[in-house]
């Protein structure tokens, strides 16, 4: 519809303007992004990379120990996950019942949770021959992944129509051939999509496996920080995380093409069904629907357990180490740690939220280079936050980019690693808002200025707050970049429960059971107000 | 949500400022002296008073990690270190932190010898006889029982690589430790781990009786016996002695320049030196200190060590980790 005359019309006039005015904000994500993450990223790789540094590491029977087992505890985390989360997706899908909410989010709350914490959570249920190995490992990832699967096959699941389930019973097939033939083929997409984004996270898995692992058991991320700072082998570091690159851009690619090829229909949800009315199997359903998430709990739980024990006795003084300065000795000040991680949370929410809806707001009004930004602006994710750390150290060394030791260059870290996150957020947002109501903010005479103001800022609201819950939560839990930057000026929660972990059978491991708590519940509150 | 940003911002800045930042204290305020070092680095108490009474700086211990992780990050700060005066450098890693130019001048502090620990008691107890060489340690009749530290993290683990490498020589040790890991080897990251966990000789009670550790390490055990033992529970296997040396320095730099300096030469001095058998059981460079009694009736200090020359080390070390990590972790 034209209001007006030959002339544009005042839905594209602002449009026209939005789209002027965040090209020049985006001057300053852009810049930010790359002088932050383009240039470390690309110096390392062409001051590192040669041909024999390549030759002498593929070579090297250490990389293909580690290769092999990043692969094989990726793919047995997802098999581990598949069995551990699909029937409750099931369940959740399907059916409704007293409590379905509270077993949902607490099985999908480790997935937000700094990985030290999860690491340090599986810790306390292992006895000391198997704390350092891959079965902690695998049950932390599991851990965090079960919201993956809930999530992404949970959706597709519920739009598989009941009736079809229906028909083949009343054909008198078997709920083994109702799986097979009906479900399975109409969930493959879903399971594929799923199954690739477990792999990839637990492929790149550093927090966990560099808790839990032990000298023995590295993955890839592992084995880059090893080479980059405790045996100073810095080409090997690079090449270790070009390898990875590749393999992460391969697994990419496939489930990119995996998308294309198969177009998912699937416009109608069917509402779950109420537990009362299937009286057949409701003990075993109800039985897994309880069990699942009590076993989720129960690392968290034992978290707060083990706080409290030395030994064979129970006592606070984990606790109050972490108060009365006796952490001191070991160089960590607690209060003034928990602080400055909750500081450098406040700042990357400050620099990662605007950044991220100049982003967003940029790839809306300009479609046809929103691809381009989404794929820059997925980097961070692709080019692991340890791959990233290490560019830094090795980049910004020398005057006058001396900054690797800066405590500011944290949050800003930080904050390059969220983006991705948060602009994922924003940009549905965004794009949910109808052109009409700018149109009709306009021809009630609204400046550009004032459609901004009372349409888009006020409809963004409550996505930015997300974006900046998931910031925060973010900044607070990172600890692939952070093991690279921090110094003991700028030590944050994390890396203080990391060491403090380390230290088998001491008050010390105890005191970091007690802040990985500490930091959980922080965590969960933040995210709780996404 | 506005309101929980309000919330947590004004809590931050409060507790920052409370808990006070002295990172940026300026030059007049400087009498404080950083003395970065390594976990176990546990001096005795009140030794730093006398300086403090001659010089006015006072002393503040920050320990980082095992000497591993005390270095690389002395390595990464070079320049702009974080403390003003490293202790936890020795012969095995020296010339990588000189690579690194850390330091702005360095001296020999104490030397000790690395060798294998023995629970002497847990092999009466099973009428086995005792290791007595390296070659020992791959037989059979001692699958299981010994315990070693990564070289990459530590330097006792280093050291005890490096006098298997001197002892077999370059071409024979890479088959020898192939042996050491069939035969049951356990590696854990840091001496404290090794010595405290694993080492059933002290007073973690472990299930190892065999553990890489000092010369040293059966005086102490005398010494922070509780109830008082007159001879040691463990001895030394003294072909497996490595000596090392230890150094300290003032970081190139540092914050306190002055007070780095005054310090090094406090703890190069007799005070510091005497003291050092019995809190720390090395022995002292100072040819003037006197050893205690227990130490010189119990610590064995061999005539003949491993060694291997300085510039060896240097050239090798890292061919020769990268190639103890594919036969051990691998």
Redesign the interface.
């Known amino acids: 519809m034209r209001l007006f005359s030959h002339n544009a019309s005042p839905q594209s006039d602002v449009t026209v303007v939005f789209r002027r005015v965040f090209l020049m904000l985006s001057v300053l994500p852009t810049v930010w992004f790359a002088v932050f993450f383009m240039w470390p990223t690309l110096h390392a790789f062409v001051s590192l990379m040669s041909w024999d540094t390549v030759v002498h590491t593929l070579s090297?029977?250490?990389t293909w120990?580690v290769l092999w087992f990043t692969t094989w505890q990726a793919l047995l985390s997802v098999g581990a996950t598949f069995v551990i989360a699909l029937p409750l997706t099931w369940i959740l899908a399907r059916f409704t019942f007293r409590g379905s909410r509270w077993v949902r989010a607490i099985v999908s709350t480790p997935f937000v949770l700094p990985t030290v914490v999860v690491a340090g959570a599986v810790m306390t249920l292992l006895p000391l021959q198997y704390q350092f190995g891959v079965h902690g490992i695998i049950i932390a990832h599991v851990l965090f992944n079960i919201a993956v699967v809930v999530r992404i096959v949970g959706v597709r699941w519920r739009s598989i129509s009941p009736d079809q389930m229906r028909a083949a019973q009343v054909l008198a097939a078997s709920p083994m051939r109702t799986l097979w033939h009906i479900t399975l083929p109409q969930l493959r997409v879903s399971l594929y999509s799923a199954a690739l984004i477990v792999f990839v996270f637990t492929f790149t898995s550093f927090g966990v496996v560099s808790v839990l692992g032990?000298?023995?058991r590295?993955t890839i991320e592992v084995e880059i920080y090893?080479n980059a700072?405790?045996?100073?082998?810095f080409d090997t570091a690079m090449t270790l995380a070009v390898i990875q690159l590749c393999a992460v851009a391969v697994v990419f690619a496939l489930s990119a093409s995996m998308q294309r090829h198969t177009r998912t229909t699937h416009g109608t949800t069917f509402q779950p069904v109420s537990l009362k009315d299937h009286p057949r199997h409701r003990f075993t359903i109800l039985s897994i629907a309880i069990a699942t998430p009590i076993l989720v709990a129960l690392p968290f739980i034992g978290l707060f357990v083990r706080s409290f024990r030395a030994g064979d006795t129970w006592t606070f003084n984990a606790w109050r180490a972490l108060w009365n300065g006796s952490l001191e000795?070991?160089?960590l000040?607690v209060?003034?740690i928990?602080?400055?991680s909750?500081?450098f949370a406040?700042i990357t929410?400050v620099i990662a939220v605007p950044m991220a809806y100049i982003t967003a707001s940029l790839s809306t009004y300009m479609p046809r280079g929103a691809s381009l930004i989404r794929s820059f602006t997925s980097l961070p994710i692709i080019i692991s936050a340890v791959t990233l750390g290490f560019g830094i150290?090795v980049t910004f060394d020398h005057a006058p980019f001396?900054w690797?030791?800066d405590t500011w260059l944290l949050p800003v870290i930080h904050a390059l690693i969220a983006l991705p996150l948060a602009v994922h957020l924003l940009v549905p947002a965004l794009q949910a808002i109808s052109p009409t109501q700018r149109e009709a903010a306009v021809t009630l005479g609204a400046s550009p200025m004032k459609v901004w103001w009372h349409i888009d800022a006020r409809t963004m609201r409550s996505p930015c707050?997300g974006a900046?819950?998931l910031s925060f939560a973010v900044s607070l839990g990172e600890f692939g970049a952070t093991t690279f930057l921090s110094?003991?000026?700028s030590t944050t929660l994390p890396i203080a429960i990391s060491?403090l972990l380390?230290?088998?059978?001491t008050t010390l491991q105890a005191s970091g059971f007690a802040l990985a708590a500490i930091l959980a519940i922080m965590t969960a509150v933040?995210m709780s107000?996404a | 949500?506005k309101k929980?940003?309000a919330i947590?911002?004004a809590?931050?800045?409060t507790?920052?400022a409370c808990?006070g930042d002295n990172?940026d204290s300026d030059t007049s305020q400087r009498k404080e002296v950083v003395l970065l070092a390594y976990?176990s680095f546990t001096p005795e108490d009140g030794i730093f008073d006398a300086f403090t009474q001659d010089t006015g700086y006072t002393v503040t211990?920050?320990?980082?990690?095992d000497s591993?992780?005390v270095i690389?990050?002395a390595?990464?700060?070079a320049g702009?270190p974080?403390g003003d005066v490293l202790w936890g450098v020795d012969n095995t890693s020296l010339s990588?932190v000189n690579n690194a130019d850390v330091f702005a001048s360095y001296d020999e502090v104490n030397t000790g010898d690395i060798c294998i620990n023995i629970d002497t008691q847990w092999f009466a107890s099973r009428n086995l006889p005792t290791p007595t060489t390296l070659e020992d340690l791959v037989r059979p009749d001692y699958k299981d029982l010994l315990v070693v530290q990564?070289p990459?993290?530590s330097s006792p683990g280093l050291g005890f690589l490096l006098g298997t490498i001197a002892h077999f020589g370059d071409d024979a040790w890479p088959k020898y430790w192939e042996s050491l890991t069939k035969n049951g080897v356990l590696?854990?990251?840091d001496w404290?781990?090794a010595y405290y966990?694993n080492f059933s000789g002290s007073s973690?009670n472990g299930d190892r009786p065999l553990v890489v550790s000092y010369g040293s390490s059966p005086p102490a055990e005398v010494v922070f016996s509780d109830p008082p033992i007159d001879t040691p529970p463990t001895s030394v296997m003294e072909s497996s002695c490595f000596r090392q040396i230890e150094y300290v320095g003032a970081l190139r730099g540092a914050r306190n320049s002055a007070g780095a300096t005054a310090l090094v030469k406090y703890l190069l001095d007799i005070e510091f030196q005497e003291s050092m058998p019995l809190t720390l059981f090395v022995y002292p460079i100072n040819p003037d200190a006197r050893l205690p009694e227990v130490f010189m009736k119990f610590a064995l200090q061999p005539t003949n060590p491993l060694t291997l020359a300085p510039d060896v080390i240097a050239d090798n070390r890292?061919m020769w980790?990268?190639t103890w990590?594919?036969i051990v972790?691998?």
């Open positions: 090297s029977r250490t120990t032990g000298l023995t590295r090893t700072i405790r045996l100073g082998f000795q070991v160089g000040d209060p003034a928990i602080a400055r909750l500081f406040l929410v150290i001396n690797r030791g707050a900046a819950a110094r003991s000026s060491q380390s230290r088998p059978g933040v107000r | 949500m929980w940003i947590l911002c809590g931050a800045l507790i920052t808990s990172s976990d211990v920050v320990t980082g990690g591993g992780a690389s990050k390595i990464l700060t702009n974080e990588r990564d990459v993290s590696v854990v990251p404290t781990t966990t973690g890292d980790l990268e990590r594919e972790l691998s």
